[in-house]
């Protein structure tokens, strides 16, 4: 049972312009949502968080957004640089009196110079 | 600020032993995430540990157990292994705490079961 699915394994587009990165959810119960990127060779690098009770947060050219209805957030990344070609991976977190992660399958981005 | 690291980077092992992965948090962090990733998967929760006992816990059969150490480093341990067990084994440190979600992640190791 996939309860985080990225359902685009890989998306191109050209530097300079936006690249949006999708995922939706099934369990109503997460209360944080985190995007990560993986280049080869390396672990997971946290690129940025959101609450449940919010429905965007920004750093920089990372934003995220969250659609509680529609159970589905997505990650923007304006303007799109070749250094952000990578793998990205969506992930929820479970609190019930511990904690537990659930990563989707990842994206594979290229940024195309 | 020491990073995440893992040991061994890369290791081979035959269905039905036993193996030790380990783990060394980074500077100042008290828990401990272990996640197992299958070739085009994303990492899938095995364990978390906080303060030397375990928080949490996924989908993952007893053979999985884990220790942290009072220096908050820590070790996953699989016994019986199987073919399927051959994946990519990270390793992740935070700081803890409800409020807190930024995991450090290792560089991970490559098991391999033969």
């Known amino acids: 049972d996939q309860q985080v699915k990225q359902n685009s394994p890989s998306l191109s587009v050209q530097e300079g312009r936006i690249s949006i990165l999708n995922c939706d959810y099934t369990?109503?119960?997460?209360?944080?949502f985190l995007w990560y990127k993986k280049y080869p060779a390396e672990g997971p690098t946290f690129l940025i968080s959101?609450?449940?009770?919010?429905d965007k947060n920004e750093d920089g050219r990372f934003t995220v957004f969250l659609n509680k209805s529609a159970k589905h957030l997505s990650l923007h990344i304006v303007p799109s640089q070749p250094g952000d070609s990578a793998v990205y991976f969506c992930?929820?977190?479970?609190?019930?009196?511990?904690?537990?992660?659930?990563f989707g399958t990842g994206t594979r981005l290229k940024v195309l110079a | 600020e020491t990073g995440v690291t893992q040991s061994p980077t890369h290791l081979i092992k035959t269905r039905g032993q036993q193996v030790t992965l380990r783990c060394s948090s980074q500077?100042?962090?008290?828990?401990v995430s272990w996640y197992q990733q299958a070739l085009g998967q994303g990492p899938q929760f095995i364990f978390q540990?906080?303060?030397?006992?375990?928080?949490g816990r996924g989908n993952f059969p007893p053979r999985f157990s884990g220790l942290q150490f009072p220096n908050y480093s820590s070790e996953l341990n699989v016994n019986a292994l199987e073919l399927d067990d051959s994946a990519l084994y990270l390793c992740?440190?935070?700081?803890?705490?409800?409020?807190?979600?930024?995991?450090?992640f290792g560089p991970g190791t490559r098991l391999t079961v033969l």
């Open positions: 992740a440190s935070s700081l803890g705490g409800e409020a807190y979600n930024e995991q450090f």
């Open positions: 369990n109503s119960m997460f209360d944080y």
């Open positions: 959101i609450s449940s009770i919010k």
């Open positions: 992930a929820a977190r479970l609190t019930s009196g511990t904690y537990k992660y659930i």
């Open positions: 500077s100042g962090h008290n828990t």
């Open positions: 540990y906080y303060r030397e006992e375990e928080n």
